[in-house]
């Protein structure tokens, strides 16, 4: 009887706390959309990342023909700066017999290795509420 004392309260604040922890989602579902330029125009063969410094999770997208792009991340850390990199398009075909019969084109963009690198890049931007943001970039040749 004495053992039941102590279990009960302990089980009664275990459910409390299990409970309580099941609200709401602490990294919710966002979506980022913007348009990347080089000198101005928009950048047509290239692809974006944002990779969170908390998590180190990393999403892209391949640009458009316009320099656009759509990005979702599944759970994202909001009211943080994520950092950003601009590299040539990322080549989803895996299949060797597909990539011989159709080689990938050539990119003809060249974008600064400087954009290529998180840490050399310069480039972040700030997710502060969940939903869609937007953030666009131009970058410089030089």
Known sequence: ???????????????F???????TDER???EI?????????????G????????TGE?????????????????KADINSAYEVTIKPPVVEEQDAMALAEK???KTETKIPAKYSDRTTSGL???????GTTEANFDIKSK
């Open 1 to 15: 009887m004495r053992r039941l004392r102590l279990i009960v309260p302990l089980f009664a604040g275990l459910l």
């Open 17 to 23: 706390c299990l409970g309580c922890s099941g609200g």
């Open 28 to 30: 919710p579902p966002i």
């Open 33 to 45: 959309t913007g348009t990347v330029t080089l000198d101005g125009k928009p950048l047509k063969d």
């Open 47 to 54: 692809s974006i990342h944002f990779t969170s410094p908390k």
């Open 58 to 74: 990393t999403a892209y997208a391949n640009l458009d023909g316009s320099g656009m792009y759509t990005i979702s991340f599944p």
């Open 103 to 105: 080689p990938q084109k």
């Open 124 to 130: 972040t931007t700030k997710i502060e509420q969940e």
